[in-house]
């Protein structure tokens, strides 16, 4: 069996006696088919979702509780960008994540 390598020593098959038919190709496709099986389900949740609408008031009670009430372990800073997303629009983004940007830079 001949292995190309990307990188030296990042992979090194091991072959024993009963393994010389074996197809690392094979293997990582029947893995690969087993892992896009589990995809459609996801896929509906996330259509589900895409479908729905929150209030704003949701919204900001689900950010609130997520990162204040610690309901999602997320780094907390992360809060202000996470709203900031949601409900800011077009260039406004932009301007609040630079004061992000700038605000952490001042404080590092």
Known sequence: MKVAYCVTAVF??????????????DCISVGVDRMQRNF???RKQVEA??????TDVTAKVVIYEAF??????????????????????GAE????????????HRLA
């Open 40 to 42: 459609e389900p996801m």
């Open 68 to 89: 204040v009430e610690g309901k999602l372990e997320a780094p907390k800073h992360l809060a202000r960008t996470v709203h900031d997303l949601y409900f800011l629009c």
């Open 49 to 54: 979702w895409q479908r729905s609408e929150l």
């Open 12 to 25: 090194t098959p091991v072959l024993a006696k009963h393994s010389k038919s074996f197809s690392l190709i």
């Open 93 to 104: 983004i932009y301007v609040a994540l630079a004061s992000d940007g700038a605000r952490a």
